[in-house]
């Protein structure tokens, strides 16, 4: 088994973003050489997340203010007794999901027509990161 | 490492629909004769899901009532300003999200007493594929 | 491709409970020997789930809130006319997730300052079981 990794670096200008890393993800593929696998996407804070879905704008506001909807912010998360004020950015985290896999064959992302790899960002202006670690033959 | 890859096809007859697809996940292990390391099944449509729980007709539909209560279908999501209809069934495919990792043990899903394996569809009358890829020894 | 495999049983006082595994998984990547490669952590009941979040315990109480006000207890889920009365567990496990993958790099948890890996149990005070897995070389 070979392995490959990489790290990515995020320091997004709002505090809510959501960023298409499909290329990152392929130009990772092809610099490890394996051609038959997956790859592990995982944001490694607890106030980001990694999904698969559409590139489409409307959409992506669509999730936006749903995740706001069902994992609000507000002020009185007792997270927040600490100093916290991202409570929400945790639970938007873990409804989103902070990692995905995506199978590889043939050294290709073996996605369907319409999936890409985006990493959510839920509390940002600060520097973040991302593992993709990609593992095959 | 070996590795073995099928796709399934699906085509349902209602617009949401739930499959069991623990037979077809355990015969792709069988043909793949890989006996330890573990099975990647994920949908290849970003308005399907796959995940993990209980072969219970009430369980399923108490399932697809909490969907539809969290996110809901309605006509005037932002992503419907392109021609589509199915923002909800974006929304469902990352609440219950895309795929699963199964562990593979004696050449046996290493599952425990009641986990059965479903492909859940959320925008369907249409042909829609999942990708099974056995990795192990 | 090593492959290692842990089974470790919980048997909880409360019905839901969050339980910090960290030291557990990292024990389990010792004993494979492994040092490239990932771990799949999984509950292996379908009321039951694993996360990676942080160990802060005001945030620990505001998830266990959320789970409760997006997955609440009810007595009418049609789970319940087969002799149950833990639909609200079911729920719950598929939207906290019942799996992650965890990367390992130089025989490490190659994860984040924060992240930490949580069973949570939804319907516990009985024998309940999770599978570690480790994989790689």
């Known amino acids: 088994m070979k392995s490959y990794t990489e790290y990515i670096w995020f320091?997004?200008?709002?505090?809510?973003?959501?960023?298409?890393?499909?290329?990152?993800?392929?130009?990772?593929?092809?610099?490890?050489?394996?051609?038959?696998?997956?790859?592990?996407?995982?944001?490694?804070h607890i106030t980001a997340?990694?999904?698969?879905?559409?590139?489409e704008s409307g959409l992506i506001q669509d999730i936006d203010e749903w995740l706001e909807n069902l994992a609000p912010y507000k002020e009185n998360y007792r997270h927040h007794r600490i100093g916290e004020d991202n409570g929400d950015a945790h639970l938007k985290s873990?409804?989103?999901?902070?990692?995905?896999?995506?199978?590889?064959?043939?050294?290709?992302?073996?996605?369907g027509p319409w999936q890409q790899v985006y990493y959510a960002e839920f509390d940002g202006q600060r520097r973040k990161r991302l593992i993709i670690k990609v593992m095959g033959e």
């Open 11 to 44: 320091n997004t200008s709002k505090r809510r973003e959501y960023i298409n890393i499909t290329d990152k993800v392929e130009e990772a593929l092809r610099k490890s050489g394996i051609k038959e696998g997956m790859i592990l996407v995982s944001a490694m």
């Open 49 to 55: 997340g990694v999904y698969v879905n559409d590139a």
């Open 94 to 111: 873990l409804l989103i999901h902070h990692e995905v896999i995506i199978p590889v064959t043939n050294g290709k992302l073996d996605f």
